[in-house]
Structure formats: structure tokens, C-alpha cells
């Protein structure tokens, strides 16, 4: 009786333990995953800003 | 030079947070809230950079209504929109943490109502000025708006201090405190996540310069 208390003690630690670490990875995925994507707008947003002067360098220099 | 010591405060940010994820992985169980406590090495360093960016956006907000000077409109959007950044990152793993902890993903507590107010003033704050294209006046009515948002930030600091609240006390500064190397991968995370704001913020100027040589060499293209 006392073993198969014990192993019951012990799947359902084990259980807990992994419902937890399942939502701590939510959470660590998670903050991860907005920073990436900020940080992925911040070089579109670079990259166009540098086609825009480009461009805008290229016409001025045309009606020169 | 200036990209190159950009860069490398942006991969030292990014190495310190990699092998503190590795470190706070190897710490033991919290003893009320087993390991989802962890998220607090995550969720109060991006608020502490949300709420010191939401600081500088207030004194560079007040720097150009005294001067003029549109550097300082240029810091406020930098700071504001690094800031909101933060802001979403400590909303989702605050939910995430309380999903675990209490069984729901939000309640409408004082520290939380107030935090979700000042995510949607500084949002709110962004879209005026995308609202606004006479520069001057978008600089000038983004730096009034800015103050009154900041009115929201030591009411989302304070809150648990002020009303009973669902939301923990302060683990620091309410006599509680962390174990000694649970204390330095905290700091460790903190001086990771305001050198990554650092570098973002100092990414978003050189941006906002880049606009402003756009809208110039615009007003030269016009007069030709």
C-alpha cells in the first residue's frame, strides 16, 4: 500500500513539475518570440529608410 | 565605429541572456510556486526597462517642449516605442505566469488595469504621431501627450503598494528578498535587458535621423 502510494505521490510530481516547465517555457517563448519580431521590424523599417534615401539621392542628383 | 559598439552591446545583451536562461534553468523550485516562478527573472527586468524608458521618454518629452530641439522628440519616440516593446513582453508573461498561478489569464486588478492603461496610452502616443505629418506640431502635441501618459507610471509602480491588489508585493523592496544566486541571475537579466534597450533605443535614433534627412531631401526635392 505504502509503494503504490509512493509511486502515485510520485507521478503526480511528476506531472505538476511538467505542467509547470510547460509554462515557463510559454512564458520565456513567448518574450522571446515579441523581441525577435521587434527587432525584425526595426531592420525592414532600416533597410527601407536606407532604399528611401537612396532614391531620393538618385533623383536629385538626376535633375542636377 | 558607432554601428560596431552598437553591435557588440547588442551580442554581449544576448550572450548574458542566453547563459542566464541556462543558469536560472539549473536554480530549484520556488517552494509556493514550484518552477513557473521562474518567469519573474523574465517579467520584472522588462518592466523595469519598460518603466525606466516610459522616465526617458517623460524628460525628453519636457527637453523639447523647453528647447525646441527636436533631438529630444527624436529620444522620446526612440524610448517609447523600445518601451512598448518591453511593455507587451511583461503583459504576455505576467498572463502566462497568472494562467499557471491563479487559473486565469487576466483579472482586472489595480496593478494590472493600470499597466494595461499605460500600454494603450504609449501605443496611443505612436499613433498620434502617425496622425500628425506637420513635423512641429507632432512634436509638440507627442511631448504633451507623453507627460500625461507618465501619469499612469508610478501608478502601475505604486499600485501594489497603494490598494490590495491579486498581484504579488514587491519581492525587494516589501522585506522579502531572493536567495543570494537567485539575486544575481535577477540583476544579470536586468543589466541584459536595459543594455538591449540601450541598443534598440540607440537603432531607433539613428532611424529617426535617417527620417529626418528623408523629409529634408523631400523639401529639397520640392523646391526644385
Known sequence: ?64 | MREKILYVLGIVALLILAWNINAIARLPEETQQGVTFKIIFFHVPMWAAAMTAACAALLASVGFLVTKNFRFDAAAVAVTEVGLAFTTVGLVTGSIWGREIWGIWWTWDARLTSALVCWLLYAGYLMLRKAIEEPTQRATFAAVFSIFAFIDVPIVVFSIKWWRTQHPQPVFWAGGSFPPDWTTHFLWNMVAMLLFGIVMVAVRLRQEEAQREIDSLRRTAHAQ
Not at chain 1, 500500500?1 to 509512493?6: P, Q, Y
Not at chain 1, 510520485?10 to 527587432?39: K, P
Open chain 1, 1 to 64: 500500500m505504502n509503494v503504490i502510494s509512493l509511486v502515485a505521490q510520485l507521478v503526480s510530481d511528476a506531472e505538476r513539475l511538467q505542467h509547470q516547465y510547460e509554462f515557463l517555457s510559454y512564458g520565456l517563448t513567448a518574450a522571446w518570440v515579441i523581441l525577435v519580431i521587434y527587432v525584425l521590424m526595426m531592420v525592414a523599417r532600416e533597410r527601407k529608410l536606407k532604399r528611401e534615401i537612396a532614391s531620393l539621392r538618385a533623383m536629385l542628383e538626376e535633375r542636377r
